[in-house]
């Protein structure tokens, strides 16, 4: 990230989330777990799952696998 989104950040008001979030992302994704982690830290009961034969798009990589997560996960979230 280059120019005035650089320095731009959401961290600080990740705590306001107050719905069920999943967070995807791939073993070879250029959002390393260093930059999917502070989601984690401040979005209360995230729940992140990193798709391990994937890069920056599970839902066309691991097709079948990423879809039944999201399936469970939305079953979990919406009773």
Not at 22 to 42: I, N
Not at 71 to 79: E, K, Q, S, T
């Amino acid at each position: 990230v280059i120019g005035s989104m650089k320095a731009w950040t959401i961290i600080d008001r990740l705590a306001r989330i107050t719905v069920p979030v999943l967070l995807l992302s791939g073993r070879y994704d250029e959002a390393t777990p260093e930059v999917v982690q502070p989601f984690m830290d401040h979005i209360s009961g995230a729940e992140w799952v990193i798709f391990e034969a994937s890069s920056h798009m599970p839902h066309v990589e691991e097709r079948e696998l990423c879809m039944k997560t999201v399936n469970d996960f939305l079953g979990r979230a919406i009773p």
